[in-house]
Structure formats: structure tokens, C-alpha cells
């Protein structure tokens, strides 16, 4: 059974800085071969993507995130990675971990004061 815990949510002001982590076990799965991504949903809104990453480290980027969040993946620890800066109120969500859009963590809150 895949597992997905996220850690590094919390309180910050506008213009802070937060990194999220995720980590993944399991017994039947190969982390480096599954693309993941950081997924946000904010109240009363759907989930979105915010970023993903492929086996082979290339990122994407939702536009409202570009230039201001970085994804990465660190495959000897089956963990993936979203450092946030210039975090904005409009990025508060609970934050989830997602392998391939099929597995998910049970997310973390990111809350971003004005």
C-alpha cells in the first residue's frame, strides 16, 4: 500500500517563506518511475494543481506559482519538495502531495496572513 505524508505547513505572512515535504512508501511502487506534484484546495474552491515534476526532473508550474514556488525530487528518499516564497493570502489551501494524480497524502495547511 502507497503512503503520502506531507509535513512543513503553517502560519506565515505575506512575503514569508515555507518549504513543504513529501514522503512516499510502500512496498509496490518504484518512486523515481511516478511523476509527482504538490496539489492545493483552497475553501469552497476545487483542488488545483500547483506544480509537478517527472521522473526525469522537469517541473511544471500552475502561472499563478511561477517564479515564486520550486518543486524538486530527491529520489534516494522518495521525497518530493515545494519551496514557497513571496507567499500571498490568496496561496492559503490545504497543500497535497500527489504520485501520478492517482495517490494522495492527507495534506497540509498553508495559511498566509495579510
Known amino acids: 500500500q502507497v503512503q503520502l505524508v506531507e509535513s512543513g505547513g503553517g502560519l506565515v505572512q505575506a512575503g514569508g517563506s515555507l518549504r513543504l515535504s513529501c514522503t512516499v512508501s510502500g512496498s509496490s511502487f518504484s518512486f523515481r518511475f511516478n511523476t509527482m506534484g504538490w496539489y492545493r484546495q483552497a475553501p469552497g474552491k476545487q483542488r488545483e494543481l500547483v506544480a509537478t515534476?517527472?521522473?526525469?526532473?522537469?517541473?511544471n508550474y500552475a502561472d499563478s506559482v511561477k517564479g515564486r514556488f520550486t518543486i524538486s525530487r530527491d529520489n534516494a528518499k522518495n521525497g518530493v519538495y515545494l519551496q514557497m516564497n513571496s507567499l500571498k493570502p490568496e496561496d492559503t489551501a490545504v497543500y497535497y502531495c500527489?504520485?501520478?494524480?492517482?495517490?494522495w497524502g492527507q495534506g497540509t495547511q498553508v495559511t498566509v496572513s495579510s
Open positions: 500527489g504520485m501520478s494524480a492517482s495517490y
Open positions: 515534476i517527472t521522473t526525469g526532473g522537469a517541473p
